[in-house]
């Protein structure tokens, strides 16, 4: 049985903004949301924060003295006691050890790839056999975006493809395989079903746009696929994961330029309001005359 989130979801508009910045983090919100989700639902939101720890464990096991990351699931004190000891003291979620016991064997599992696209690759692998479909869907399609971007950032500065692409699914297999050298890498012809490649491809062809348009114009394509995604879900775990990813975007605009950020965060309140609708059947006067 899925659980619902009346409480949580319909009042998110009010935890929002003061003053043209984030009244909370989004660390803030995950520790909100730990005190109110199902544990089995709260370990989903803890998925989507995992990239923060792939960027600790390999920051600390490469020894070059960048922040930590305190975003992630992992302390300092976890990540250091596993790489002492990833048998005896091994974190909970299992490719980090497989990584670190690697890493320190200086074997890779993947000899194309470098260490920052080994532990990503793990990561996707671990995440995509998850139950939670709209979860796994949406990794599925940011794992599809970050290879096509990265396939025609390859193809444009003449750099091997092979090393680059991440994960064994059709479409990374289709970009390792691909020999023409059509701009759409014939995606037309063997993916016509998924229109978000189209999408992607005219942002990224298009030289009108500076890189920070591109970036943001890549931001609003996955927010247009969460919204695809969350329709009719009304107070379901799917809202809350959706939120937190918009959330993510949001603060990141936020840091990175004031204005772009706060375009996002208008977007964000605009969809909280449309989506506090509440549809028909939660009307009680609904079917009577």
């Known amino acids: 049985m899925q659980n619902n989130y009346y409480c949580l979801i319909a009042g998110l508009p009010d935890i929002i903004i003061e003053q043209n910045k984030l009244s909370f983090s989004l660390s803030d919100f995950k520790l909100e949301l ?3 989700l199902h544990k089995k639902d709260y370990q989903l939101i803890e998925y989507l924060f995992l990239p923060f720890d792939n960027k600790n464990v390999l920051n600390i096991l490469s020894k070059n003295n960048k922040p930590f990351e305190k975003s ?4 300092e004190n976890e990540i250091n006691l596993a790489i002492d000891d990833p048998i005896n003291n091994p974190l909970p979620i299992s490719y980090f050890n497989k990584f670190i016991i690697n890493y320190k064997n200086e074997t890779k ?3 194309n790839l470098s260490w920052e696209n080994q532990i990503t690759e793990l990561y996707y692998d671990y995440l995509l ?3 939670n479909t709209f979860l796994k869907d949406w990794l599925e399609f940011e794992l599809n975006l970050k290879n096509i971007i990265t ?4 193809r444009k500065y003449n750099f091997p493809l092979e090393k ?3 994960g064994d699914n059709d479409i990374a297999k289709h970009l390792k395989e691909n020999k023409t050298k059509s701009k759409d890498f014939d995606f037309d012809n063997t993916f ?7 999408d992607l491809l005219r942002i990224l062809d298009n030289t009108n746009l500076n890189l920070s348009d591109r970036k943001k114009n890549i931001d609003l394509l996955k ?6 995604k969350i329709t009719f879900k009304y107070f379901s775990m799917e809202v809350v994961i959706s939120y937190a990813i918009k959330l993510s975007i949001t603060e990141k605009w936020i840091n990175l330029d004031k204005k772009s950020g706060e375009e996002m965060f208008n977007k964000l309140l605009k969809d909280l309001e449309t989506s506090f609708q509440f549809p028909d059947e939660f009307n009680l006067n609904y079917g009577k005359k």
């Open 34 to 36: 730990k005190n109110i």
């Open 151 to 154: 396939a025609h950032n390859c």
């Open 223 to 228: 927010w247009k696929y969460l919204d695809e």
């Open 109 to 111: 599992l993947n000899t």
């Open 72 to 75: 992630g699931n992992f302390s």
């Open 164 to 166: 680059e692409i991440i």
């Open 192 to 198: 016509d079903g998924i229109s978000y490649i189209q």
């Open 129 to 131: 056999k998850i139950k």
